[in-house]
């Protein structure tokens, strides 16, 4: 079975720029999170969809990040324009039932914004 | 060794010995648990679980204890290996029924040859 995918393992990009992360989830995952990790802190949530619905972003930190879920499948995260603080390793995870092992996490991507 | 979870996020122990990571969590409704293990340039793996009527669970080389008085969660590997050098995450499931987890601070855990 394949795991959590996504790309691309690192991006470095100028304050102002945008960028799109990209996932694929374990097919037949319903449900597909994003979290942050930043500096070296826990890891943060940012937000789950259920199949193509948003189901919780309420760790969105503000309206320059968007993220979609094209048809239940693959997820996307934007962030336009990009600022230095939101640098920091970007994961990508699924699961089809929480409570019984938790997530697959992918490898992450981590972002630099100079 | 031990750490105290947020306020030392960082543990050294030598090969063989044994190792304590703890972890405070912050939701008394919680009552499912994960520890997780992420190595540099790696997603976070999953390592043992536990849910809030159980004391204790054992996998192989891994324990974890849950005190839900005090919200407190261990996990502790025992006979350390160079290969369980990584940053330990707990993480909580709150409350019943969400599919969200909350993650600690996380521990790094260095094993000395």
Redesign the interface.
């Given at each position: 079975e394949a795991g959590?995918t996504q790309f691309p393992s690192h991006s470095v990009i100028e304050k102002g720029q945008t960028v799109t992360l990209r996932c694929d989830p374990i097919s037949g995952h319903d449900?597909l999170?994003w979290?942050r990790r930043v500096m070296?802190?826990?890891?943060?949530?940012l937000l789950?969809f259920?199949k193509e619905s948003k189901?919780?972003e309420s760790g969105m930190p503000n309206n320059r990040f968007l993220a979609e879920r094209t048809g239940g499948t693959y997820s996307t995260l934007k962030v336009q324009p990009a600022e230095l603080e939101d640098s920091g390793v970007y994961?990508c995870?699924s699961?089809q039932?929480?409570?019984v092992?938790?997530?697959?996490?992918?490898?992450?991507t981590r972002l630099t914004v100079v | 060794g031990e750490s105290v979870g947020l306020h030392l996020p960082t543990l050294s122990v030598q090969e063989g010995d044994n190792s304590i990571i703890n972890c405070a969590y912050s939701n008394s409704a919680s009552d499912y648990f994960i520890w997780y293990k992420q190595e540099s340039g790696k997603g976070p793996q999953f390592i043992i679980d536990i849910r809030s009527n159980m004391d204790k669970r054992q996998g192989q080389r891994v324990t974890v204890l849950l005190n839900k008085t005090v919200k407190h969660l261990s996990l502790q590997i025992a006979a350390t290996q160079p290969g369980d050098s990584a940053v330990y995450f707990c993480a909580e499931n709150p409350p019943p029924g969400a599919q969200k987890l909350v993650f600690g601070q996380g521990t790094r855990l260095t094993i000395n040859p």
């Open positions: 959590v449900n999170y979290y070296g802190k826990e890891i943060k949530f789950h259920v189901q919780d994961f995870a699961s039932d929480v409570r092992g938790g997530y697959t996490f992918g490898s992450g | -």
